[in-house]
């Protein structure tokens, strides 16, 4: 079987499960289904990018486009620049997984990830083009053209001030940052737009050599980073993961700050300046219980959604909001975006840092009160027909002990052959106990 959608596009190793073919042919499901006669191509800097680059843009060649080759850029700029244009887009990166990992994330015409029923049309479209076995001979012989380019450099720039916009013109002086850019897409840009509204800057992780993007760095390493915040004595930090659509933060002491916790923030500073649409917020079904009772008492009512950011979007657009994200870091500001942002959302909540007149690590900390979560993925060999079912007295046993006071929530993944259970409680110990006990549960029809 070929590879399938997830939550996020395709994803899997280079070359392996992922190959120029299978690119190729995706690019030209992908032109097939979604049409226009330009495509945008961006990518981060894992050593296959250009290859994928190359296919993918030969794909949609083949079916008529041209292209617009972005080069490396972060993903929240392929989506910007898709929308500003109204053309379709793509970008080649494997997120936060590590250099030997790619994969595709495609743009609709107005910069919104595809449906589900979209991905479906173009999985069809996929699965009949592998099936014929035509796939190499076609890419041998439109490959050596290859695709026409666009100016990088001022398409990028389209994109950076569009979101240095976001600011309304405060400039950020006698504000140290140190950011730490994964060796990813955001390792040009990031430090040059913070310095460039007056920042004292610090920048980990800028060196990018094909190989080591997000290794040992980044939004899910960020033991450098806290470690360099306090070092130079800096006001806050931010970690990127390799594509840039999401960010972290680290506080002043070296504290992390979570997705929940910046969404929080940003959700009770829009609401007192009367700029959050509708007093209402939009989040993923991971978010802390700690984050649902800050926006309660603060008078802010919580959307759920999927986990996935395209789900935060499509709940955000149904709803008229404006304000959402996840736990991980993803957060769309839907005034300016159409995906999660991490140098939006870095900017955004330093800005909202300067204005609070206190510290960073009293503005996270007194935002919300995090209860314990514990994670624990179990590793299946094929899914698990009724799982939820099946998992439904245990899981209500859990919930009868917790009361109001934990959460238990478990789910299969989008991108990878896991299932995860995930608990809250008043403690650690009450949450692992209760997450171990749950993996028994799972662990027993495996």
Known sequence: MS?????DGVRAEAYTKLTTEFVYALGVAAATVLGGDRFLIGRDTRESGPDFEAALGAGFASAGATIGLLGVVPTPAVAWLSAADNVPGAMISASHNPYQDNGIKLFAAGGLKLNDDVQDQIQGELDALLDSGTVADSLATVLAAGPSGADSTAELRRYVEAVVKATEGRQFAGTKVVLDCANGSNSAVAPTVFASLGADVVALATEPDGQNINRGCGSTHLESLQAAVVEHGADLGFGYDGDADRVLAVDGTGEIVDGDQLIAMCAADMADRDMLAHNTVVVTVMSNLGFRRAMTAAGITVVDTKVG????????DAGGFGLGGEQSGHV???????????LLTSLMVTDLFRRSGTSFAALASGVMTRFPQVL?????????????DKLAPAIAEVEAEFG?????????SGTEPLIRVMVEAATTERAQQSADQLVKAVEALT
């Open 404 to 412: 109001d006071d934990g959460r238990v929530l478990i789910r299969e």
């Open 332 to 342: 769309i500001f839907r005034d300016w975006a159409t995906t999660g942002d991490g």
């Open 3 to 7: 590879l399938r959608f997830g939550t």
């Open 376 to 388: 624990e993925n179990i590793r299946v060999a094929e899914k698990i027909a009724d799982l939820h």
């Open 309 to 316: 950011d395209r789900y935060v979007l499509e709940a955000l």
